[in-house]
């Protein structure tokens, strides 16, 4: 089974940057599929972004298109998310998830979870 750490998150300026990282333990990286999500106080957690098994298919929720990048490197055992022109409206603690074989943009197909990394943007 994978396990999931999330680093790179912290306070920034709207309008900033940041990169949060994940790392995963365990054997066959490759047949996860992996996705960002994000909840803020008081709200549901949501889909960000995600990525199939080796990288040729992302999907995007619209509020991040053309400002987030999701990659993953599977060599390092590695999923990133670039996060460019932040906004306010982005503050919320992300988590990277992993599920078998399929990509997907929903937080219940998702079977593991990182515990999450803190994002503040600030106006």
């Known amino acids: 089974q994978v396990q999931l750490v999330e680093s790179g998150g912290g306070l920034v300026q709207a309008g900033g940057s940041l990169r949060l990282s994940c790392a995963a333990s365990?054997?066959?990286?490759?047949?996860?599929?992996l996705g960002w999500f994000r909840q803020a106080p008081g709200k549901e957690r949501e889909f960000v972004a995600s990525i199939s098994r080796n990288g040729g298919i992302t999907y995007y929720t619209d509020s991040v298109k053309g400002r987030f990048t999701i990659s993953r490197d599977n060599a390092k055992n590695m999923m990133y998310l670039q996060m460019n022109i932040l906004k306010p409206e982005d503050t919320a603690v992300y988590y990277c998830a992993a599920r078998k074989m399929v990509v997907t943009t929903a937080p219940r197909d998702y079977n593991y979870w990182g515990q999450g990394t803190q994002v503040t943007v600030s106006s």
């Open positions: 365990g054997p066959t990286f490759t047949i996860y599929a």
